[in-house]
């Protein structure tokens, strides 16, 4: 049937998606908005109903949601979004409980429960909080209950943002193990130019990202959202090179997305399906210093089979702790790696350049060790193929 177990049935083709077993869904602010900013109570209802047709088929569906600052709008009589972070806050707390009960009213037509789950960026960046959430879901999922999941925009500040909900997806999806994703959102699909302009054409599929390499996706996104399609792509790159399709198409179209029909544009898997661990630290982790390597180091960590080791380090940047996230750089300052930390950056400066036989004379047991090593560690910069 085209898809592969991996404890479910994730999809290869677009038509394999109605098989697909667990599926991330998320709607943007201007999906679930009228042309007033208010929240649009007849595409909300659109939406859950198509959800509750795929929970009564046997799957499970995980709804990332905007529009709780776009709800809030109108019961503060504000005629546009905040443009600064106080009033967004105030929006959005109003809105988030308004957002939630049309959700819980629609979903309970239909004899569903739903939970109300808010996250910031520092529920991913802290691997205990990261694992929380994880188990949260999945429990959430085996007591039969749709998640309604949401940025915590009432609290986060401009340092723990995810900064939209399509990056949000991304990490779900995988954190999950989703079978597929869909991002819906106002333009059906990714185009080769300005969709508003004549002449410019759907793209039905993408096989790599070569595929769309010459694409202009800078242009913004609506008045009451923050992401545009450039943010969206890079939700999808982060969805499929972690083993995840992805359909980008408008909200009209999700039951014919989900039923694996030609709408929006369809985004194959690039890469494998990581463990959590590593996508947390590739994707979520904040990096809290930087190791600077020198060229062999870097041809031996791009090679993927070594640790690194202090003979291969020139410099240290930033305050970290022992199991703290760094990034790994070559000489110019480019990211190659991120990797856990086997020492804090107080130690590392006299040990830098030295080999491990040298250290362990010199310093004793436990000198040693790898500064990161190689299960703890995750490429960023693909290696180069030898000719």
């Keep these: 049937m085209g898809c592969v177990n991996d404890n479910q049935a994730r999809p290869l083709t677009r038509t394999s998606m109605r098989d697909a077993h667990r599926v ?3 709607i943007g602010s201007s999906s679930l908005t009228g042309e007033d900013g208010r929240l649009d109570g007849a595409a909300l209802h659109a939406l859950v109903d198509v959800i509750a047709a795929r929970r009564a088929a046997g799957h499970e569906v995980l709804l990332i949601t905007s529009g709780a600052i776009a709800a809030g709008l ?5 005629s546009a979004r905040p443009g600064d972070l106080a009033t967004a806050q105030a929006a959005a707390s109003v809105g988030q409980g308004l957002l939630v009960a049309r959700y819980t009213e629609a979903f309970a037509s239909h004899g569903l429960r739903v939970a109300q789950v808010l996250l910031t960026a520092e529920d991913t960046i802290r691997r205990g909080h990261y694992r ?3 188990r949260s879901l999945e429990r959430l999922l085996d007591l039969g209950v749709v998640p309604i999941i949401n940025e915590n ?4 500040t401009g340092e723990i943002r995810f900064g939209d909900n399509d990056r949000l997806a991304s990490l779900v999806s995988h954190l999950v193990h989703a ?6 959102t106002d333009v059906d699909g990714l185009y080769d130019g300005n969709p508003a302009l004549p002449g410019t054409s759907r793209i039905p599929e993408v096989l790599s990202p070569a595929d769309i390499a010459d694409v202009d996706a800078s242009s913004k996104g609506s008045s009451v959202g923050t992401g545009g399609m450039l943010t969206k792509l890079e939700a999808v790159s982060i969805a499929t090179s972690t083993g995840v399709p992805v359909v980008l198409t408008k909200a009209e179209n999700v039951a014919q997305a989900l039923a694996g029909e030609d709408v929006g544009t369809w985004f194959a898997v690039t890469g494998r399906r990581m463990t959590r661990r590593r996508l947390w630290l590739r994707y979520a982790a904040r990096a809290r210093g930087r190791l600077v390597l020198d060229e062999g180091a870097v041809r031996a960590v791009l090679a993927g089979r070594a640790s690194l080791l202090p003979a291969g380090i020139t410099g240290v940047e930033g305050d970290f702790e022992s199991s703290d996230p760094v990034e790994l750089v070559d000489p110019a300052g480019k990211v190659v790696a991120r990797g856990l930390v086997s020492y804090d950056s107080q130690e590392l400066p006299e040990l830098l350049g030295r080999t491990t036989p040298d250290l362990r004379d010199d310093l004793g047991e436990g000198y040693d060790r790898a500064v990161v090593h190689r299960d703890d560690l995750v490429l960023v910069r693909k290696p180069r193929r030898s000719a």
């Design 153 to 156: 925009d009432a609290v986060a």
């Design 179 to 184: 079978d597929a994703m869909i991002l819906l």
């Design 24 to 26: 991330v869904i998320k």
């Design 74 to 78: 109108a019961p503060l009589g504000l």
């Design 132 to 134: 929380n959430v994880q």
